[in-house]
């Protein structure tokens, strides 16, 4: 049993940790006015708490944040995220008027690795980003198998997410190792073909698939 921590309590933060809470883990969520969502008490094994109390808290933490806000909130938790792995799940991006992302704020670079840059302490592991929410911890819904990818510089850590992607229920078939923090710039591109994917199939849910 591991105890996780999110930062931020939307609909990706339900999602996993709902799933989570389900396999055995410990949850606490942290928002920033330390008053956890109507959803948190449905759960078992679920706590609310501060920002800081869910990065301290908790071994790993997961950065559920809009990616606008995530570097400057990940920063100020400097300490408490120091020796934690911190799950990056969030997209940075610039949007249009109907809300869907144009570029990403972080080009050339990726979140993942500014992220990395701010926490030198911290074991970044980015994973889950290409995907919406209702696949994060239901990999089998879709008409055909998605995969989650994963980039991180230590080895340990990765193994460690992969090992609580396993627990929501991912092949390990379908988990791809992409390499260290600097491959997050592929999967964090991904958002960008959102808008003319939801142009063209409609309100679905879907997730990047590599057929091999
Ligand atoms: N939804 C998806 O399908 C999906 C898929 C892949 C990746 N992602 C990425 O995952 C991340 C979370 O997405 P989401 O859909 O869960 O977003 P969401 O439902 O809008 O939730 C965002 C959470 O972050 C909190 N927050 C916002 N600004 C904050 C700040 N400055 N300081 C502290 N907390 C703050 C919000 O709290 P308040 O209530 O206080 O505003 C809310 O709890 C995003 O980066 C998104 O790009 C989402």
Known sequence: MTTIGFLGAGKVARALATGWARAGHSIIVGTRRNEPPPWTKELNGVAGGT????????????????????????????????????????????????????????????????????????????????????????PNGLAFPPMAFLSGNEEAAKATVAGLLADLGWPAFNVIDLGDIRSARAPEAFILTVAPLVRALGPVAFALSVAR
Not at 53 to 75: D, F, H, I, M, T
Not at 96 to 120: H, K, W
Request: charged share 15%; hydrophobic share 55%; no cysteine.
């Open 51 to 138: 920002l800081e109390k869910a990065a301290q808290s908790a071994a790993v933490v997961v950065n559920a944040l809009p990616g606008s806000a995530a570097l400057e909130v990940v920063a100020g938790l400097e300490s408490a995220l120091s020796g934690k792995i911190l799950i990056d799940v969030a997209n940075a991006v610039d949007v249009n008027d109907m809300g869907f992302a144009v570029a990403l704020r972080y080009a050339p670079t990726s979140l993942a690795e500014e992220i990395q840059a701010v926490l030198p302490s911290a074991f970044v592991v980015k994973t889950l980003n290409t995907m919406h929410e209702s696949v994060m911890a239901a």
